[in-house]
């Protein structure tokens, strides 16, 4: 889950910070890797579930049991940050022209031709484990395949970026240049985030920018790369729930999402099954 306006409210907390900064220990490194492994896995339990005549909320009962029944709770789950609502579901369900926060719903059937991406967050031990994928429902037109599957490698473009010393532009540049290569744009409004005891926290990762500025990068420092390529322009709409984020054109929008720790030497993926 992904949301630009949380992070102006957060504060300092965990082993080490610097400006709002938190650096995370090898212990809770640990613990990252095992709650981030966990909600790969839930996507992955999730995958053979996504086929036409599905509701977005079926798949979100069957995320809620399996997170319970291993051990885990959801974040997302009455998640509340400014200006908005409680968050009805334990998953966000985001089908089509829908960018992000899609909010499960019985009447929502998925249909052959439809893409969905589920993002899930789970909380384990105390820690934060957030990633996202775009799934294809049935038999989706090779433009829509096209779309998922360039913005999946983004996120990895951006991600390769990663390393003590990058600055956080680098990875925005990344994936907005091949974004741009391809003819889609890039969502501005929805950035990555720090994560780790607390669901968002600094630094913030947009995924636009120019190589050699923002923040520089740190071994400790954990956080997302979550871009939302759109098949039109990049503006957005919210619905009148406060959560949904839609495409204004209602073109296709598609997104992938993996939580990476910057280490001494480049950077681990935390999120894989």
């Not at 871009?227 to 039109?232: A, F, K, T």
């Amino acid at each position: 889950m992904n949301n630009q306006n949380v992070l102006s409210t957060i504060g300092t907390q965990q082993t080490q910070s610097h400006q709002g900064l938190v650096l995370l220990s090898a212990r809770e490194l640990e613990k990252m890797r095992r709650v981030g492994k966990l909600a790969a896995n839930l996507l992955n339990h999730l995958e053979p579930m996504v086929q036409p005549g599905v509701s977005t909320k079926e798949l979100n009962d069957e995320a809620e049991r399996w997170t319970q029944e291993n051990g885990a709770k959801s974040a997302p789950l009455g998640y509340a940050p400014p200006g908005h609502p409680p968050f009805p579901g334990s998953i966000c369900t985001s089908v089509n022209e829908v960018i992000c926060h899609g909010i499960p719903s019985a009447k929502h059937i998925l249909k052959d031709g439809d893409i969905i991406n589920i993002d899930v967050t789970l909380i384990l031990d105390g820690y934060h484990g957030d990633t996202s994928r775009t799934f294809l429902v049935g038999n989706p037109s090779p433009t829509a395949r096209k779309l998922v599957e360039v913005t999946r490698e983004s996120m990895m473009l951006g991600i390769s970026e990663v390393k003590p010393g990058a600055r956080v532009g680098d990875i925005g540049a990344a994936i907005q240049e091949y974004a741009e290569a391809n003819g889609y744009s890039v969502v501005r409004e929805m950035v990555g985030h720090g994560i780790g005891r607390k669901f968002h926290t600094e630094p913030q990762i947009p995924h636009f920018g120019r190589r050699g500025t923002g923040l520089k990068l740190r071994p400790g420092m954990v956080f997302t790369i979550e871009p939302m390529l759109n098949q039109g322009k990049c503006d957005i709409k919210f619905l009148p729930d406060r959560w949904t984020v839609i495409t204004k054109d209602r073109k296709l929008s598609a997104q992938w999402e993996h939580t990476v720790a910057v280490t001494e030497d480049g950077v681990e993926i935390l999120t894989l099954p």
